[in-house]
């Protein structure tokens, strides 16, 4: 058992390379417990309590909701100023059980065994140290619980036709993150984190998203080329020395271009873990 004066002191986080700009949430708000947590969905039944982690604006966390109640969610971000997203996301669907804080994940503000899952979406790869928060999630999570984590894998991602300037933007991107204190190839290590956190009995598996009708292509390569330009990411770019804005420019319009080819496709590659704890 972990008193609370001997739990370890918040980390610095790392800082979120991609920020809340609206080509973000574009991103954000499309995801849901189908698409983003399958994996998960067999372990959940009506009743259990949740924590889920990093929630955004909360759609993934809605859906965990429906799918628990009477169980509570406890949805937490170390943002505050998007939790009046989700909030309104849970209002709109008319959901009852479900509370947000900010937290932050390297030092969780709950006792011991709070929650019978423990879940976290495309977190990890940004936080500034991704086994001590698992450790976190594990200590939070009651005897027989499950600790959930899944993250895209940067490295691994794949796309036709192919663009000399969107292996650039991959390539900035990997170094503005990691600049930033992230690992935008999480996908791959998450089970190696999960083992040095201390979990001994846990199931990986990967799954991908996919976009090839003209619709997500238009989609997701809109809300790359906004994201390059406009968000907070552009500005940690070109403030970082990684970048300049006219280079941002010239990989926003490849993105661009690039939606628009009819036999176009993007593979988005992720790991997940499910962590029993014993």
């Known amino acids: 058992m972990t008193h609370a004066a001997e739990r370890p ?21 499309w995801r849901t417990a189908a698409n983003s947590a399958a994996y998960l969905l067999g372990s959940l039944r009506p009743g259990l309590d949740v924590l889920d982690v990093g929630c955004g604006p909360g759609t993934i966390t809605a859906d965990l909701a429906a ?12 943002a505050g100023d998007v939790l009046a997203k989700a909030r309104a996301t849970a209002a709109e669907r008319g959901l009852e059980n479900v509370e947000f804080a900010v937290a932050d994940v390297h030092a969780l503000d709950f006792p011991d065994d709070s929650f019978d899952v423990v879940h976290a979406h495309q977190v990890l790869q940004h936080v500034g140290d991704p086994v001590q928060a698992l450790r976190e999630m594990r200590r939070v999570c009651r005897p027989g619980g499950i600790v959930a984590a899944r993250d895209s894998d940067y490295g691994a991602f794949g796309w036709y036709p192919e663009r000399p300037a969107l292996d650039g933007w991959l390539d900035l991107y990997h170094r503005v993150a990691r600049a930033n204190g992230g690992e935008p190839d999480a996908g791959r290590r998450l089970f190696s984190w ?9 199931t990986a598996t990967t799954t991908a998203w996919t976009f090839t009708t003209p619709d997500e292509r238009a989609w997701w390569s809109g809300l790359w080329a906004d ?24 990989i926003g319009e490849a993105w661009r271009e690039w939606g628009t080819q009819e036999d176009a496709c993007f593979f988005v590659p992720h790991g997940e873990i499910l962590c029993r704890v014993p």
């Open 9 to 29: 002191k918040a980390h610095e986080t790392a800082v979120y390379t991609h920020g809340h700009h609206e080509s973000v949430l574009r991103s954000h708000t």
């Open 67 to 78: 799918l628990v109640a009477p169980g509570r969610v406890t949805a937490v971000d170390a």
């Open 194 to 202: 999960a083992r040095h956190a201390g979990f001994t009995d846990v």
């Open 227 to 250: 994201r390059t330009v406009d968000s907070s990411y552009a500005d940690l770019a070109v403030g970082g020395g990684h970048a300049t804005r006219a280079g941002l420019a010239e």
